[in-house]
């Protein structure tokens, strides 16, 4: 992140529309990070809705670049836009959005450890923080509107993050990290259910 606000404090006073490949990354990234930060911060004082629009303008000048190669970066801004789009659902299209980050985290391999054989422990739970991320916020926003999901569990073969913190952790961010990786489970427990429940075209036998 601190790579990122360098680059984005030097591309500032540029044209954004002609950020190309890294640097084009990190300026949407440092953009929509606020963007979303301001949102969240509108809910209860206004004021921030209209910094909040401000960034995200900007970052739109650079969103065709960053979203267009098959890469982990896409995967990435997508889940920015999605997050941003969830306090603002009249600006992005939630559902296509939705749609175009799982079917790139499925070609790029993040649904399963097959491909994560090769790679190194630190890019491995990278991996699956990023898949388990974008999972629950899908599971999460299809159950609360109805919409079937773009991930079936049957393809799924990626492990939960790890939540294993030393005993003698005991600060604000370790608990956090448990808390995270207990609510993958639950999620996908809440998902397991949802779908045996509402799916099946007869009426479960309880």
């Not at 591309?11 to 990234?29: I, K, N």
């Not at 790679?119 to 999972?135: H, M, P, Q, T």
Request: proline fraction near 4%.
């Amino acid at each position: 992140i601190v790579h990122d606000i360098e680059g984005y404090l030097t591309c500032h006073s540029t044209d954004t529309r002609q950020l190309v490949s890294y640097r084009a990354h990190q300026f949407f990234r440092i953009s929509m990070i606020c963007a979303i930060a301001c949102a969240n911060k509108a809910r209860h004082q206004p004021s921030y809705s209209a910094e909040s629009m401000q960034y995200y303008s900007e970052a739109l000048r650079c969103v065709e670049e960053v979203t267009s190669e098959l890469s982990v970066e896409s995967l990435i801004a997508l889940l920015l836009l999605i997050s941003f789009s969830m306090f603002y659902p009249r600006k992005g299209d939630l559902w296509k959005l939705l749609d175009f980050a799982c079917r790139l985290s499925v070609e790029l391999g993040y649904h399963t450890e097959q491909d994560a054989a090769f790679a190194d422990e630190k890019s491995r739970v990278r991996r699956r923080r990023i898949f388990w991320g974008l999972y629950c916020i899908e599971r999460s926003i299809g159950q609360h509107f109805g919409r079937p999901s773009d991930l079936p569990e049957e393809i799924i073969t990626t492990e939960y993050p790890a939540a294993i913190i030393p005993a003698h952790m005991t600060d604000h961010a370790s608990f956090q990290n448990v808390a995270t990786s207990h609510y993958h489970r639950l999620v996908y427990l809440r998902s397991e259910i949802s779908r045996e429940l509402y799916l099946p075209a007869i009426a479960p036998n309880l």
